[in-house]
């Protein structure tokens, strides 16, 4: 019997430690690449291009036909096989080179697909490493407004303070208790964001016990804009309509056709020996010609048609260019306020906020100042702190962005 509860008690203590594991930033930016089903379909779509290269010689159905009957003489019997075959010149190099524009673009357009997952996983694990760090402050705060209503009611009941001073405290505490419910919602939620880009079957919970700090070198220029996978995705689109336009200006070209056919002559004289020809007699021959197009203006039509797709493509990857270069810039700007500014929390900020919270507790413990006081040191001090948690946030949403738009998927 013991045996068999120390079993038991192994199994649940291992299923306990599998659903509580706790997932580095690299394992989470690996599950999401390995089971989100936007990379399933962006690597289907690369599938099908592929699939779609057998195009690129492209054969119209062969035309088979068979003629019997009195179409040769009063014979009955007479009969015709034909086939034939017609060659769209398109297929002799311009579709196959759109089909192979087509596979570089599906691929490009994962690749896009891959580094804004990853993007926006590096978003939420981070913001919920900042709203599990803010959960800490709160709870200090939560510890120190406890506290101090304990000795408001302790310093009510023995008449050294008033009701107000009472009433202050556990408003304050309250206040708090009413934050902590709401950032525990919020890490829920985005738990909740992470396993959806996870596609994952339960809640994540990430190995960050507080916020860290990123590492970052420097600011790329936007000639780091070459690197990132949507402006190279945009400007294969512009490749790709430059391919489609030379398939429909190759459409105006003749078509190609050739034939083959094999029939009877029956009771038809050979000129040189009088012999008449019998079902049993085969002749033979081959035709080719060209089809040439009439009517030109639904050539025409396509060809202008694919002309200002191609221009609007080119259009579309200038504008996305200037709108990223512009976004670098001002992540940029972001980043350097939000170094500037970390670095004026620890240089003087912080050492001041943890001095504040020591000298109002112990004098208020001596009786040196009032709760008024007491509690505006302490919400100066908190003000600070959560600042700096604030502004380090600040700063990683920053430096994950940068990374984004230069195409490091790291």
């Not at 010689?57 to 009195?70: A, E, M, R």
């Not at 009088?274 to 639904?298: C, E, H, I, K, Y």
């Not at 240089?347 to 001596?366: C, F, G, H, W």
């Amino acid at each position: 019997m013991k045996i068999f509860t120390t079993i038991i008690c192994f199994l649940f203590i291992l299923k306990a430690g599998a659903q509580n594991t706790r997932l580095t930033i690299q394992q989470a930016t690996d599950q999401a690449i390995k089971s989100n089903l936007r990379i399933r379909s962006a690597s289907l779509e690369v599938e099908s291009q592929k699939q779609l290269k057998k195009t690129g010689f492209d054969l119209p159905k062969t035309n088979v036909s068979l003629l019997y009957g009195q179409y040769n003489s009063y014979a009955r019997r007479d009969n015709n096989f034909t086939i034939t075959q017609s060659i769209p010149f398109t297929t002799l190099g311009s579709h196959a080179a759109l089909n192979r524009s087509l596979i570089a673009s599906s691929e490009l357009k994962k690749t896009a697909t891959e580094s804004e997952l990853i993007y926006q996983v590096k978003q939420v694990y981070y913001l919920l490493a900042f709203t599990k760090a803010r959960q800490i402050l709160l709870l200090q705060q939560d510890s120190i407004y406890e506290g101090f209503l304990k000795s408001a009611k302790l310093r009510y009941q023995t008449g050294e303070a008033n009701l107000l001073e009472q009433t202050t405290a556990e408003t304050q505490r309250n206040e708090v208790k009413n934050l902590l419910v709401q950032n525990n919602a919020a890490i829920n939620i985005l738990r909740t964001q992470l396993k959806t880009l996870l596609n994952s079957s339960d809640l994540p919970e990430i190995a960050e016990a507080t916020l860290p700090e990123l590492v970052f070198d420097d600011v790329a220029d936007t000639t780091a804009l070459a690197a990132n996978p949507l402006l190279a995705y945009m400007r294969q689109q512009v490749d790709v309509a430059k391919r489609q336009k030379k398939v429909e200006n190759a459409r105006f070209a003749p078509d190609l056709l050739v034939g083959y056919f094999n029939q009877t002559l029956i009771d038809v004289p050979n000129l040189e020996n009088g012999a008449l020809a019998t079902a049993g007699d085969r002749f033979t021959g081959f035709q080719v010609g060209l089809s040439l197009p009439l009517w030109f203006v639904p050539h025409q039509g396509r060809s202008q048609a694919a002309e200002y797709s191609k221009q609007a493509a080119q259009a579309n990857y200038q504008n996305e260019k200037l709108l990223l270069e512009g976004q670098l810039q001002q992540a940029a700007q972001q980043y350097a306020k939000s170094k500037s500014s970390l670095n004026y929390y620890r240089e003087s900020a912080l050492p001041n906020a943890d001095l504040i919270l020591k000298q109002v507790q112990t004098a208020l413990r001596s009786g040196n100042i009032g709760y008024a006081e007491y509690l505006l040191g302490v919400r100066n001090a908190i003000s600070i702190k959560e600042g700096f948690l604030q502004t380090l946030n600040d700063y990683n949403q920053s430096i994950i962005y940068i990374e984004f738009l230069a195409g490091n998927r790291q």
